[in-house]
């Protein structure tokens, strides 16, 4: 099982920055795909960004390209999410997850296995 600690949120202004870091347990960290998540108050979970086990393969849902990047250090079992023109529709918890699953990174919350507690993003206008 894998173990994932999220950190990095906090309340930033329309148009600030922030990078979100998700630490991850378990020796085959190397082995998982990597997403980000974010679920808003009433409302579901939505898919953010994925990153493939190698790094070398990423993906963004529509609403963050341009904006976020996805990355990760393997040496570290860490991935990263940089959040750069925030807006204040991004404000929600922000969840990582592995997969074995979804090696097309489709997104699909499903195909994820193991969550975190989230990290709280507030964007204020």
């Known amino acids: 099982q894998v173990q994932l600690v999220e950190s990095g949120g906090g309340l930033v202004q329309a148009g600030d920055s922030l990078r979100l870091s998700c630490a991850a347990s378990?020796?085959?960290?190397?082995?998982?795909?990597m997403a980000w998540f974010r679920q808003a108050p009433g409302k579901e979970r939505e898919f953010v960004a994925a990153i493939s086990w190698s790094g070398a393969n990423t993906k963004y849902a529509d609403s963050v390209k341009g904006r976020f990047t996805i990355s990760r250090d393997n040496t570290k079992n860490t991935v990263y999410l940089q959040m750069n023109s925030l807006k204040p529709e991004d404000t929600a918890v922000y969840y990582c997850?592995?997969?074995?699953?979804?090696?097309?990174?489709?997104?699909?919350?499903?195909?994820?296995?193991?969550w975190g507690q989230g990290t709280q993003v507030t964007v204020s206008s």
């Open positions: 997850a592995p997969t074995t699953r979804d090696p097309n990174l489709s997104g699909s919350p499903r195909l994820y296995d193991y």
């Open positions: 378990g020796r085959t960290f190397s082995s998982y795909g």
